[in-house]
């Protein structure tokens, strides 16, 4: 991706440079040979001073690599971001600065400075500062996720807790998820002795349950069945997220954005269309139904309402702000969709690999599963009996955080940290990968021991800045309930009703690519054979 961009750059350089020189009289010649020298002249004169305002005084910045001027050290960063990072911060220290266009980027790589930006001046640290693909998706980030720490943001953010996230709703929405989750383990049934692509399957199993919390809770008839969305939304959404990831030069440079060189913007223009088009289907069709009174859709018999239900009275509401639109319902249904779904497989996948490479901790999950569940099917209330279980995807979140670098946080106001100024406006990102990785945080921090989190003061509130797989602070994931419940309970279905191995052909490997969802480099494929002696369980 760099390389094509160096290329595009080269050639619009040569491009300009020819007619820059095209002259018809001396006049001319001199005057643009003049103007040619002095731009560079100009530029070096202004890098050179950057670097003494930047590395000296009271605007000391975090050290950090020298890049090239203008561009900065883009050209030299390379794709896997949090090991790069990480490799940096052993070499610059737990905190480092790097110009990248014209942003400046501060990453911070241990536990006290975790907890300088995420609780002791988490207000300060709570904006995001969007890239411009990613405005194009959230509706010109009016979502939760991306939003500034607004009073829109803390509406939204309440919302959706409450209305969709809590403790109380995801009770009332176990139907969806036991529904969903047996009719993965019957579809895995039905390919025993044949390949699996683990993350596929839970990729598929986790949209249909948001998508039946969002917009399916209706029993109608009239409703249709949205379940043609996971195919096509998994298409787009793997589209979105390598877009999302693409290093894009008008965010470095936003004089370029105009151009759009890469074609990033028009492409995710592409992808968004198709989304929206797929939302607005639902959303007309319900306010038809809505209208047409006959019956009540997005409400069980027993008054329970999905979320696309609550939000569309809501804004019909009298007293709904008047910010409040049909764009901001459909960026909150997108960001739950994506946010909860990706994270979710992608983990399954990687608890399934570490599980699969040590075959001692595949006994000890399976035989907690023989004592715990017995002959018959997991039910979500025997998740909190697993233990061990507990302990294997805490040490997978360790090891692969699926977030390594969180989501990137933007101060509102010029600070210090660590005797540092960090300008306001300034990109930060918080390295979990390194944290985790720690020798000094974790003994052998390489090995995959679960035993670790045995220990039950472990948890994902993010109050042990040790292990941040959910981040912390105001900025917290709100959908760690439900994460970690989906995760445990397709775990443990695959797990107890299934035997897992490798195909003959296949070698497990453990390398991974940087992404808003870091995943594993090539999928993991697994045969299934049964486990339980009684077919009627499948
Ligand atoms: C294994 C599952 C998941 C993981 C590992 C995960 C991880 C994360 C992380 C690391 C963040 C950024 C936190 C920060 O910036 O400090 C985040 C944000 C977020 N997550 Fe999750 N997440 C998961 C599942 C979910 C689910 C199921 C939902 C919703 C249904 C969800 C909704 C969100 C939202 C809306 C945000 C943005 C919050 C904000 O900026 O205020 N996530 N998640």
């Excluded at 103007?35 to 000296?56: A, D, E, G, N, R």
């Excluded at 269309?273 to 639902?282: G, V």
């Excluded at 075959?359 to 009996?385: A, C, R, W, Y």
């Excluded at 969180?406 to 210090?416: A, F, K, N, T």
Aim: proline share 5%.
């Amino acid at each position: 991706m760099i390389s094509q961009l160096g290329y595009k750059i080269y050639l619009t350089t040569i491009t300009i440079w020819s007619w820059w020189w095209e002259v018809d009289n001396k006049l001319d010649q001199v005057a643009r040979t003049i103007l040619t020298l002095s731009i560079p002249t100009l530029v070096l004169l202004w890098y050179k001073w950057m670097l003494t305002y930047t590395t000296k005084g009271k605007n000391r910045l975090p050290p950090g690599p020298y890049g090239l001027p203008v561009i900065g050290y883009l050209p030299f960063l390379g794709s896997n971001l949090h090991e790069r990072f990480t490799e940096m911060a052993k070499k610059y220290g737990p905190i480092f600065s790097l110009q990248l266009g014209c942003k400046l980027h501060v990453v911070v790589n241990s536990i006290d400075l975790a907890k300088v930006v995420a609780r002791d001046r988490d207000h300060t640290f709570a904006n995001r500062s969007p890239p411009i693909a990613v405005l194009e998706v959230t509706y010109g980030g009016v979502d939760v996720a991306w939003s500034n720490n607004t009073a829109h943001w803390r509406n939204m953010r309440k919302l959706l807790v409450s209305q969709v996230l809590s403790s109380t709703n995801l009770t009332a929405g176990q139907s969806f998820r036991t529904h969903e989750v047996r009719k993965t383990v019957n579809e895995v049934y039905n390919k025993i002795g044949k390949k699996v692509d683990i993350n596929e399957i839970a990729f598929k199993t986790e949209v249909n349950v948001v998508t039946s919390m969002l917009w399916g809770r209706s029993k109608s008839s009239a409703v249709k069945d949205y379940s043609c969305f996971e195919g096509e939304f998994r298409e787009v959404e793997d589209k979105i997220m390598a877009l999302l990831v693409a290093p894009n030069i008008s965010d470095f440079l936003p004089v370029l954005s105009w151009f759009d060189l890469q074609g990033i913007k028009r492409e995710m223009k592409k992808q968004f269309k198709y989304l929206d088009r797929i939302l607005d289907t639902i959303i007309k069709e319900r306010i038809e139904e809505t209208s047409s009174k006959i019956k009540r859709p997005g409400v069980e018999e027993d008054g329970k309402k999905d979320f696309l239900q609550i939000l569309l009275e809501l804004k019909d509401q009298k007293d709904c702000p008047k910010s409040f639109s049909i764009d901001h319902i459909k960026a909150l249904l997108v960001d739950v969709v994506i946010a909860a779904t990706d994270t979710t497989s992608t983990m399954v996948e990687w608890v399934m690999t570490e599980i699969l490479h040590n075959p001692g901790v595949m006994k000890k999950v399976q035989d907690e599963l023989t004592e715990v569940i017995g002959v018959k099917i997991v039910e979500e209330s025997d998740l909190p009996k697993l233990t061990y279980l507990h302990a294997v995807v805490k040490e997978t979140f360790r090891l692969h955080p699926p977030l390594p670098l969180l989501i990137q946080r933007c101060p509102d106001e010029s600070c210090m940290i660590a005797g540092y100024t960090i300008p306001k406006g300034t990109i930060m990102y918080m390295n979990i990968w390194a944290i985790h990785r720690d020798p000094k945080n974790w003994p052998n921090p390489l090995e995959f021991k679960p035993e670790r989190f045995l220990n039950s003061k472990w948890d994902y509130t993010g109050s042990n800045f040790k292990f941040l797989p959910f981040g912390s602070g105001r900025r917290i994931c709100p959908g760690i309930l439900l994460g970690e419940k989906m995760l445990m309970y397709i775990l443990a279905s695959l797990l107890h009703s299934f035997e897992w191995h490798l195909p003959k052909d296949e070698e497990l490997e453990l390398s991974d690519v940087f992404g808003l969802v870091t995943k594993k480099k090539n999928p993991l494929i697994a045969i299934p054979s049964k486990r339980l002696s009684d077919a009627s369980l499948y």
